[in-house]
């Protein structure tokens, strides 16, 4: 069988680094001379992966407003115009950080339904080496048991189980996950990986080609209720927001904002699944910024340089805690941030949220 016309699905908990490896792999895959196209799929509608797949040139199309499971019909449309517009050999498929059971209600409708407009290849449930240590142990996660049943859930459901971010692990910790990851998942392929490794990724996508679905996956066991119950516990919130009068000083107000953002964030205790940022400049300097559950020291110097009189904040957070809090506290923190520099907000869109009960289109056992 050739290795084109393949489509790669990717799960995972929110922040375990599914968007980072796909843009490595299609960096590895383009170098080959291969086309790649991408599928984003979120709760939201302003989405920064979506953004920052199209920054890297790759063809993108969104799946928005909820999960692949949930708009199944949409993931069927946009698969197509993907194909139709740009012909990729290979189409990298992201599902959102929040959702699992797509075995029975992505894989096997894709597999098994007339007229699906692609086979998928693959199915990778990543996972953040450090958050599945602490699991493994008996180390509290900082979300509630709703939040954590859909990281377990994520996991059980995995045949190919992605340990990432294994550069941020020590030796030691390193080799107890690994003896962990074998006492407790005997039946899974596990593969540990550095998603920033472009090495590392070329062993996943060598997986991933030697990879097949079968029509007779087993399909999870899910209590829709724990699973919404833990969603709903999740908000949403993106934002757009245009600042005026930065007089050069982007990135210095870019600071402000964010270290606003996180102090609020621990002062009231709230995890972050992930909140990722894309800054834009007045003078066309940008960058991504993301926060994950963990904290991110050194963060700072990660920032952009931003200059010229404008600084464009695009946001999603996804944070436990309730949407119309989460909205006050950004809101307040950018307000307080750009103040002592005399700028103001010019134009902001925003939509908080929590995402809806999961009602999948289909369930196939
Ligand atoms: N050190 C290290 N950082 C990583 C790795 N993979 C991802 N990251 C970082 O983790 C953060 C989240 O990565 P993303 O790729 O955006 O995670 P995601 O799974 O796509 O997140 P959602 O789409 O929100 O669910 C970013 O800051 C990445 O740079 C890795 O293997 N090692
Ligand atoms: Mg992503």
Known sequence: MT?????????????SGKTTAIIQASKLLLAQGKRVGVVTNDQGRYLVDTAFFRLQDLPTVEVGGGCFCCNYSDLEEQLCTLKANSRPDVIFAESVG???????????PLLQLKGSPMEPHSFSVFADARLLRMRLLGVALPFSDEVVYIFDQQIKEANLLVINKIDLLTFAQLT?????????????VVFYQNSKDSASVQCW????????????????????QRYGAGEARLAWLDEDVLIGGVNGQGSAVALGVLTEILSGFATRRASIGHLKII????????????????????????LPNL?????????????????????????AAMERAIQPYGARILSQTKDAFH???PNPTHRLE
């Open 98 to 108: 929040s959702c699992a059971d797509l075995v029975a209600t992505v894989i096997k």
């Open 176 to 188: 107890e996950v690994q003896s962990l990851a074998r006492e407790h998942f005997p039946d899974k």
């Open 205 to 224: 996508l060598d997986l991933l080609n030697q990879s097949s679905l079968e029509e007779r996956q087993p399909v999870l066991e899910m209590d829709y």
């Open 355 to 357: 995402p809806r009960m």
């Open 279 to 302: 800054l834009k400049g007045g003078d066309g300097g940008q960058g991504k910024i993301s926060f994950t559950t963990l904290p991110t020291p050194g963060w700072e110097a990660q």
């Open 307 to 331: 200059e010229g009189p404008t600084l464009q904040i695009m946001i999603n957070a996804r944070i436990e805690m309730p949407a119309p809090e989460l909205e006050i506290l950004v809101q």
């Open 3 to 15: 290795e084109d016309n393949r489509l790669h699905l990717v799960a995972g908990f929110l922040g």
